[in-house]
Structures are given as structure tokens and as C-alpha cells.
């Protein structure tokens, strides 16, 4: 049984728009989430986390939703990018200590 | 500052057979986990391992043992293959646990074929 679910996995678009990746989670106890970005040939890398007292953070172009009570998130990039490109891995754990699971993952292309 | 490096890259084992895979974590970082991915199913958590010793672990069968050393090296082995443990397999490492991964560093994986 998946905890983590992104539901679309792959999105395609166009240079300068707004990319919103997706995902949801089955298991209340997770209070912690994060997304991570990974190119071919290359390990993850982290990209931008949300705990559960929070409802939004931001950094950059990058901006992480988080709604508790559907127990769904999403990242939104704007304005999008060739370079960011990538399959997007939604993340989440229970506590700081805890393994993190991560979801089956979204291929993002940003098409120039 | 080296990043995590993982050994070997490619690997084509047959069924039955055992592999051990390798990661030397960046200087200094004291965590190691490891990870499976596969098509469709994201990354999934084999165990990790903090001052030599396994601290969480996943879903895995027995046959996923891994071990950590002193220098905070760490190995995983993978006894009696079997064609769905093809995989990429991917190692983390960070400075310290309860970090969330936030601030954990991923090498390059091992590819791993079973025929």
C-alpha cells in the first residue's frame, strides 16, 4: 500500500508557465514532507521542504503547499524552466528521526 | 569536498547469486541510508544506519543485510538474487540523524541487473 501517492506521472509545460506537481498521502502521522529532483545518471537532491505547522513555504521559484486536512501537497514552480526538467520525488515522514517515504515520483518536462 | 560515492556503478549478477554494494559517505557525515528505485515505485527505504549501527529499517526481506563500519563506510548486501531486485539502488548520507533528509547528500546509485 503506497503511503505516498503522486498521481500523474509525467507533466509537460511550456517555458515561463506554472508547473504544479502533485501528491498525496494516506498516513496522518506524517508531519513532515519534502520534494526532491532528479535528473538521469544523477542521485536525488533536495529541493524544498514543508512541516506540518505550516500551510506554505517558499523559496525562490519554488513554493510547496501543504492542506493538512485533505492530506495532499503540491509544488508549484514559477516560472518554469528548461533545466528544471526532472523527475520530482514527493517525500514525507513522521517525525525528524523517522525513515522518509517517498512516492513513485512525476517526470516534470518543460518544453522551451 | 568529495560527495557520496557509491561502488560500482553497473552491476549484472545472475539469479541466486549474492552482490554487496558500497558507499562512502561525504567526510565527516556519520548517517548512511539506502534506498531502492524502481519504475513506478519511487524510492523505497531499505534501512539506515547511524554510528555503525541500523537504527530504522524497511520492508524488505532478510535477503537485504547491510552493515556499517567505523570510517562510517557502508555496504549492503543482497543475498540469493532474484530478477526484481533489478533495481537502482541509492545510498544518502548526512551529517547527523533527525534532519529529515533535508540536508542529506545522494550518490550516483548502483545499477544493478539480475538475468
Known amino acids: 500500500d503506497q503511503q505516498v501517492k503522486q498521481n500523474s506521472p509525467s507533466l509537460s509545460v511550456q517555458e515561463g508557465r506554472i508547473s504544479i506537481l502533485n501528491c498525496d498521502y494516506t498516513n496522518s502521522m506524517f508531519d513532515y514532507f519534502l520534494w526532491y529532483k532528479k535528473y538521469p545518471a544523477e542521485g536525488p537532491t533536495f529541493l524544498i521542504s514543508?512541516?506540518?505547522?505550516?500551510d506554505k513555504n517558499e523559496d525562490g521559484r519554488f513554493t510547496v503547499f501543504l492542506n493538512k486536512s485533505a492530506k495532499h501537497l503540491s509544488l508549484h514552480i514559477v516560472p518554469s524552466q528548461p533545466g528544471d526538467s526532472a523527475v520530482y520525488f514527493c517525500a514525507a515522514s513522521g517525525t525528524s528521526y523517522d525513515k522518509v517515504i517517498f512516492g513513485p515520483g512525476t517526470s516534470l518536462s518543460v518544453i522551451p | 569536498k568529495a560527495g557520496v560515492t557509491q561502488t560500482p556503478r553497473y552491476l549484472i549478477k545472475t539469479r541466486g547469486q549474492q552482490v554487496t554494494l558500497s558507499c562512502s559517505p561525504i567526510s565527516g557525515h556519520r548517517s548512511v541510508s539506502w534506498y531502492q528505485q524502481t519504475p513506478g515505485q519511487g524510492l523505497q527505504f531499505l534501512f539506515e544506519y547511524f554510528s555503525e549501527t541500523q537504527r530504522n529499517k524497511g520492508n524488505f526481506p532478510g535477503r537485504f543485510s547491510g552493515r556499517q563500519f567505523s570510517n562510517s563506510r557502508s555496504e549492503m548486501n543482497v543475498s540469493t538474487l532474484e530478477l526484481g531486485d533489478s533495481a537502482l539502488y541509492l545510498c544518502a548520507s548526512s551529517l547527523r540523524r533527525g534532519q529529515g533528509l533535508t540536508e542529506a547528500f545522494f550518490g550516483q546509485g548502483t545499477r544493478l541487473t539480475v538475468v
Open positions: 514543508i512541516s506540518s505547522i505550516k
